[in-house]
Nanobody, 110 residues
Framework: QVQLVESGGGLVQPGGSRSLSCAAS????????MGWYRQAPGKERELVAT??NYADSVKGRFTISRDNAKNTMYLQMDSLRPEDTAVYYC?????????WGQGTQVTVSS
């Protein structure tokens, strides 16, 4: 078992930046996959980024990283747009099981 806790969400103006964190309750070294999804109101959950890949809609604007020593994954979001407004969820996969965080709201609005 592992608990994932996101933080860093909030209100940001268009063109601004925001950094999200996903802290795990134990070592993330063994996870076969980690990344971020998001879900906007009335829309399906969509994959934003994994450690090795990005959605076309965020390429060049978002950067994912991880710090194994801190058991934490990050999502740096730059040049934010109103369409990036969503609840952002981190996930981790291990031995065929997927763990989810509780989500953090990011709202891009002036």
């Amino acid at each position: 078992q592992v608990q994932l806790v996101e933080s860093g969400g909030g209100l940001v103006q268009p063109g601004g930046s925001r950094s999200l964190s996903c802290a795990a309750s134990r070592s993330i070294f063994s996870f076969s996959a980690m990344g971020w999804y998001r879900q906007a109101p009335g829309k399906e959950r969509e994959l934003v980024a994994t450690i090795t890949n990005y959605a076309d809609s965020v390429k060049g604007r978002f950067t994912i990283s991880r710090d194994n020593a801190k058991n934490t994954m990050y999502l740096q979001m730059d040049s934010l747009r109103p369409e990036d407004t969503a609840v952002y969820y981190c996930f981790a996969s291990e031995w065929g099981r997927i763990y989810w965080g509780q989500g953090t709201q990011v709202t891009v609005s002036s």
